[in-house]
């Protein structure tokens, strides 16, 4: 009886994530959303918890999430919708969709709503993506990132793993860690933003096209 309890708080918890607001229903201001999170990679000073720049520098793709929301009533679960671009031939990829799905048995309660970035730091984490789903702290080894000034990102951390994760809240970008969660492609997503069914392995090999409702994130990627 208490397991199907359990399964059921779970059920209903992932169903209320699963239920995005109108406002972010929307492909386009999803994109939009994640250029506005990529701009602001820039804006904070290292100093003040920013992510450190050598760390952006040398990543090979970015995965960026504008809203990935959380909620927990004794069952916690994560969803979140977002985009992931790479590196090639000096620029950019045109942006893939993908979604961050996740959930944790504990005692909590409450609800939050976050950004959040993740930095593929080597070619084994760039080949994660071209997947259709894997799991972050399983398939791929993933750690919070850190922050502050480019001297203390040399961490054991940095260093080895093959995706770093922030989250941003009140203004300032601190490590998060996602281990157990999965990342996917957002396949209808997709099919909006390039008006048909195109795989993230398609889209991130550098063949397709940036869609026009694209351009706010790739002058923002430019940037970096």
Sequence with gaps: MKRQFIATAAGVVLASLVAVP????????????????VQSLLKIPETDK???????????????????KSAALGVGGEYGR???SCRQ?????????VKVEGGSFGFQ?????????????????MQRLLSDKFT????????????????????????TAEILSYSRSRGLFAGVSLSGATLREDDSANKDLYGKALTNREIL???VAPATSAKPFMSALGAL
């Design 136 to 159: 972050l702290g399983g398939d791929a080894s993933i750690a919070a990132g850190p922050v502050g000034r480019a001297a203390e990102a040399k961490t054991d951390a940095a260093m």
């Design 82 to 84: 977002g985009f992931v």
């Design 205 to 207: 090999g550098g063949k």
């Design 50 to 68: 920013g992510i450190p720049q050598d760390l952006i520098k040398k990543a090979q793709c970015l995965v960026v999430v504008p809203s990935l």
């Design 22 to 37: 109108v406002a972010w229903a929307d492909t386009s201001e999803r994109l939009t959303a994640a250029a506005d999170t």
């Design 109 to 125: 309660i409450g609800g939050s709503e976050t950004e959040v970035v993740m930095l593929v730091m080597n070619e084994k984490g």
């Design 89 to 97: 031939g000096g620029g950019w990829t045109a942006p893939a969709a």
